[in-house]
């Protein structure tokens, strides 16, 4: 028992050496970084405008892992009848945190193919607010959801260093 016990103990002991040291040797490599900005638009939730940005990083000379943020406005409306005192508001916004990791396959010089595959949690919240003869009421409301993304397309580059 005691020799199965330190055979388990050597074979972790060699992979975390070996982690150790690999950690090392990519952290010699250069890393190219990039930064994006996104604007769009959402549906499946209404349509509306999405604004965000992320930050990529090579891994490897193919794989690249990022991390996405975005904000999504859903909305506010508010209306007021004053003769009856009755007063009321609403609002809503999304936000989005996305972490990945995409491959490009081989290409030109021009563009390149590549797959992707992230993990995001989407928090959505809102508020409403109504006032009728002096009594006030109101409350707000928020969720998350995890979900997985997957996709593909093509990179188009317009020079070493600016590319969609």
């Not at 959402?42 to 990022?66: A, C, D, K």
């Amino acid at each position: 028992m005691k020799r199965i016990r330190c055979s388990s103990m050597s074979a972790l002991a060699a992979v975390l050496v070996c982690v150790a040291m690999s950690a090392t040797s990519y952290a010699q490599e250069p890393r190219d970084v990039e930064a994006n900005v996104q604007v769009g638009v959402v549906s499946g939730i209404g349509t509306h405008g999405s604004f965000g940005g992320g930050i990529g990083v090579g891994l490897t000379p193919r794989i690249l892992g990022y991390a996405e943020f975005s904000y999504i406005p859903l909305g506010s409306a508010s209306s007021s009848i004053p003769i009856l005192g009755l007063q009321a508001g609403s609002s809503a916004k999304a936000m989005d945190f996305n972490l990945g990791g995409r491959y490009e396959f081989s290409g030109n010089r021009t563009m390149a193919p590549y797959a992707s595959a992230g993990l995001g949690v989407l928090h959505s919240s809102s508020s409403f607010s109504s006032t009728f003869a002096g009594t006030t009421m109101s409350g707000e409301g928020s969720s998350s959801d995890l979900y997985f993304n997957f996709g593909g397309g093509l990179r188009y580059f317009v020079n070493d260093r600016w590319g969609w």
